[in-house]
């Protein structure tokens, strides 16, 4: 049995993880922030993202419905309320919705979800499924790309500001606002898993964990780079650019 990583380390080998496969580093990404996207391929992205954004207080329900301890579902319901809103008009889906109208899609055809790639519908019910079905502690590790995200917020602030025109303050307040809840999230996931995960075992459960849930975003690009950017193949009934917005 391999000995078991001080705090120290095992937080050294969870951040190792984002700076090797975080999603800022995908091709997609980097051509979003370059401005080299035109407006079908953003609205791909809008609509696809808000996919994943819609599944996001569904595993975290999942969780919470699993967690005996008060202190923990105390803590998680937040995340709930920061994505739902604690009433209508509020919260990050609405302020997703805020950006896909602002470039250009029809609100109501995001929120069908008509148009989303196969490949997001997959990868985002493997996450939900994924957090319902392993250990507690798994399942709070997968969710420490929030380690990495306040980056790339603000990298994203800026560069849509600068190349896109339908950037500004108000289409662009999903990210500003998640430049202060996603820190407070992590700081405790965080010390959540480097507190539970008492054993070599544990840790390198965590740390596999930590991988999926980069594969799952990756996931998410590459099929939206396949279809939008190169080779640019759309699967039947996916959102093509042109089409019902």
């Avoid at 507690?136 to 994203?156: G, M, N, V, W, Y």
């Avoid at 010390?191 to 965590?206: K, N, P």
């Avoid at 594969?215 to 939206?224: F, G």
């Amino acid at each position: 049995m391999s000995e078991t990583w001080s705090q120290a380390e095992f937080e050294r080998h969870l951040r190792k993880i984002g700076a090797e496969r975080y999603h800022d580093k995908h091709p997609f990404h980097i051509r979003l922030h370059e401005g080299k996207l035109d407006q079908g391929q953003v609205q791909a992205w809008v609509l696809n993202r808000f996919y994943y954004q819609k599944s996001i207080p569904l595993k975290d329900a999942s969780l919470m419905g699993r967690a005996e301890d008060i202190a923990l579902r105390r803590e998680w319901i937040t995340r709930i309320i920061d994505h739902d809103g604690a009433k209508p008009g509020e919260g990050g889906i609405e302020r997703w919705l805020i950006l896909a109208e602002g470039v250009g899609l029809d609100r109501s055809y995001v929120m069908s979800c008509a148009g989303v790639l196969p490949a997001t519908r997959f990868a985002c019910d493997a996450y939900i499924r994924f957090v319902r079905e392993k250990s507690l502690l798994e399942a709070i590790a997968s969710s420490l790309t929030e380690l990495f995200a306040p980056d790339l917020h603000k990298t994203r602030i800026a560069a849509l500001l600068e190349h896109y025109p339908f950037a500004n303050d108000k289409t662009l307040s999903y990210f500003r606002k998640r430049l202060t809840q996603a820190p407070d999230d992590v700081e405790f996931g965080l010390a959540y898993v480097l507190r539970e995960a008492r054993s070599r075992e544990q840790q390198e459960l965590c740390l596999a964990a930590l991988r999926f849930k980069t594969d799952v975003l990756w996931t998410q690009l590459d099929a939206l780079n396949h279809a939008y950017v190169t080779p640019g193949l759309i699967p039947p009934g996916a959102f093509a650019p042109g089409d019902r917005r």
